[in-house]
């Protein structure tokens, strides 16, 4: 039995669905489920249990012969400030498990975030022995990184995965709301408005929509998740990128061909809440990755953008 938490939301979803295409149906699904989209996420998928988090954490001390806990549940909201929120969903219940799955020797791989490299004044590096000196610019990327350093200081990297999911997108993520990924919403803006809203440039040499970000399609990082579960000799901090920064005006491009519209972006004022935390530039060292044995291709921005506009937005589905 495998146990994916967050289970019915965006990146939890497509691993079950991922874990369901290679035959395994025997999972628990941990989540709370409040909103209709993320019951839809589950609609078409094959899993044994669904159970809410505080009912699993009692029950985590005589789960009946778990093989692996696949640990994605956690508030991912980069404007949240309630620390307390935060230490309590993205530390405190990551190392519950973490210590569950150390005892038990249950495999145990979790989402960290690309949000722990803050500016990327320090680079993109997974390598451990540089995890100090990372500088997250938000209390969501901090509250990833005191995990990061908590299982560093323990010795637990030798046999758990953290994965730094960057900035992916697609199908099952309708119900993040303002969280969504910049591909839903701009086919949306396109789709009802035909215009598509990008922030100002507020740093000297990126022009309006020239922020860059790693953007990665959801079966990339499900494929890379997954290979972590068949390989469970790997322990670590990964990345989960595409390796090849590109920017918003890149994305804009190709929802709009996609959906054969004309180019029409308009610039809009950055909110000042977020200006001081704002990345202008990330982009995932894929090298560890590559070097433990991982050798599939990655999936364009352009080509995935083309497969969620064409078989996931515009039919209004969700994986199955």
């Not at 999972?27 to 996420?41: S, T």
């Not at 803050?118 to 451990?128: F, K, T, V």
């Not at 709009?256 to 995932?284: D, G, L, W």
Request: aromatic share 12%; glycine share 8%; net charge negative.
């Amino acid at each position: 039995m495998i146990v994916v938490t967050g289970g019915a939301g965006f990146i939890g979803s497509a691993l079950v669905h991922g874990l369901n295409q290679k035959g395994i149906k025997d999972i628990w699904v941990v989540d709370d489920i409040d909103h209709l989209e993320k019951q839809k996420n589950l609609d078409a998928l094959t899993y044994s249990r669904c159970v809410g988090k505080a009912d699993f954490l009692r029950e985590v001390v005589k789960l009946p012969a778990c093989s692996a806990i696949l640990h994605m549940g956690a508030c991912s909201s980069t404007t949240e400030t309630d620390e307390a929120y935060l230490r309590e969903n993205n530390f405190e219940y990551t190392r519950s498990l973490a210590e569950f799955c150390l005892k038990k020797d249950v495999r145990y791989i979790y989402a960290s975030s690309a949000a722990t490299y803050g500016a990327g004044e320090n680079g993109y590096s997974d390598d451990e022995s540089l995890l100090e000196t990372l500088a997250p610019l938000n209390l969501y990327g901090a509250s990833k990184q005191w995990f990061d350093l908590w299982a560093k200081e323990v010795g637990a990297l030798k046999t758990i995965v953290g994965l730094k999911y960057f900035n992916v997108f697609g199908p099952n993520e309708y119900h993040k709301e303002d969280m969504q990924s910049m591909v839903r919403k701009g086919f949306l803006q396109v789709r009802d408005k035909g215009t598509l809203n990008l922030f100002k440039s507020y740093k000297s040499g990126y022009d309006d929509g020239g922020q860059e970000r790693d953007f990665l399609y959801v079966r990339d990082a499900v494929a890379m998740t997954l290979f972590f579960l068949e390989h469970k000799d790997i322990g670590g901090i990964f990345n989960v990128g595409s390796g090849r920064a590109r920017n918003w005006n890149d994305l804009a491009s190709a929802v709009f061909q996609v959906m054969n519209k004309k180019m029409n972006v308009k610039y809009i004022e950055m909110p000042e809440s977020i200006r001081n935390q704002y990345q202008y530039h990330t982009c995932a060292e894929m090298e560890k990755i590559r070097a433990a044995g991982y050798a599939e291709t990655i999936t364009s921005l352009e080509e995935g953008i083309s497969d969620y506009v064409k078989n996931y937005l515009i039919p209004d589905k969700h994986l199955e």
